[in-house]
């Protein structure tokens, strides 16, 4: 029996921009299925009608892991989990959007942690890892070991925790800090309010996406969509002002 999955609303202001979200929307619930990992998660006691509110998203600063300009009028704030196979293929397709929009400083990829405990045990930890690599290299380090991570899982839980300090000494961070961060609780909390918060917004699996425009508008990307649906939205948001 395939899951229930459930998309937020989006109000745009022309008729045609209506019918191109509505097909993005579209596409995306009847895609979602087989484009990202499902859980049934419990959703916030304000939302019990709806499967969440994109307006609860956490507002973007520069305590977020951002890749590209920080003033890109559009930015896409990704909630992942880095053993789920679909994040591991939308991961090739943001960064071929970062290649296509980032270079000329017109999208910025926001990513924030989205462990799916029920479908994969090794996810939050790895998530602790992400955030070691920014403790001890900035911003930099941290996209550099999601790019690592993501390159040489397997997914579904398949990658050896022992060689998350491997990928640590592959973009040249220091282990021995490294792995005394991993060990540590010290980011638990910052994880855990991501993964409330991407499940506040709406998100029932991963990736869950939310594209902000320069207005402010907010629109839902669900699972991992083809790049050119993704294009297509970017489009989209770029002609907000």
């Known amino acids: 029996m395939e899951p229930e999955v459930k998309q937020s609303g989006v109000s745009l202001s022309t008729p045609i921009a209506i019918v191109i979200a509505g097909a993005l929307v579209a596409g995306a619930v009847y895609m ?6 499902i ?3 419990p959703q916030p006691q304000a ?12 507002a973007i600063s520069a305590e977020d892991h951002i890749r590209g300009n920080p003033d890109a009028p559009v930015k896409i704030v990704e909630y992942s989990d880095t053993e789920c196979p679909f994040c591991k293929r939308f991961h090739t397709t943001m960064q071929q959007v970062m290649d296509e929009y980032g270079k000329e400083g017109k999208v910025a990829w926001v990513y924030r942690h989205f462990p799916l405990d029920q479908l994969h045990s090794k996810a939050r930890k790895e998530s602790v890892a992400l955030e070691c690599a ?4 900035g911003n930099d380090k941290f996209w550099s070991y999601a ?3 993501y390159e040489v899982t397997p997914a579904n839980d398949g990658l050896d925790s ?9 973009v040249g961070l220091d282990t021995a800090k490294f792995n005394t961060c991993l060990g540590s609780t ?6 855990e309010d991501e993964v409330q918060n991407a499940v506040a917004t709406g998100g029932n ?8 425009t320069k207005s402010g508008k907010k629109y839902p990307l669900s699972g991992a969509q083809p790049y050119a649906s993704v294009k297509q939205l970017i489009e989209l948001a770029l002609q907000e002002k």
């Not at 979602?32 to 990992?37: I, Q, V």
């Not at 939302?47 to 956490?58: F, K, N, P, R, Y």
Request: negative net charge.
């Open 32 to 37: 979602g299925a087989s484009n990202s990992d």
């Open 47 to 58: 939302a019990a009608q709806q499967s969440g509110d994109l307006e609860q998203m956490i």
């Open 147 to 149: 790019d690592r991570l």
């Open 186 to 191: 010290k980011y638990d909390k910052h994880i």
């Open 39 to 41: 859980v049934n998660v």
């Open 205 to 212: 699996g991963t990736p869950w996406s939310i594209v902000v």
């Open 134 to 137: 920014n403790e001890l290299g």
């Open 162 to 170: 022992a060689e998350l300090p491997k990928i640590a000494e592959f």
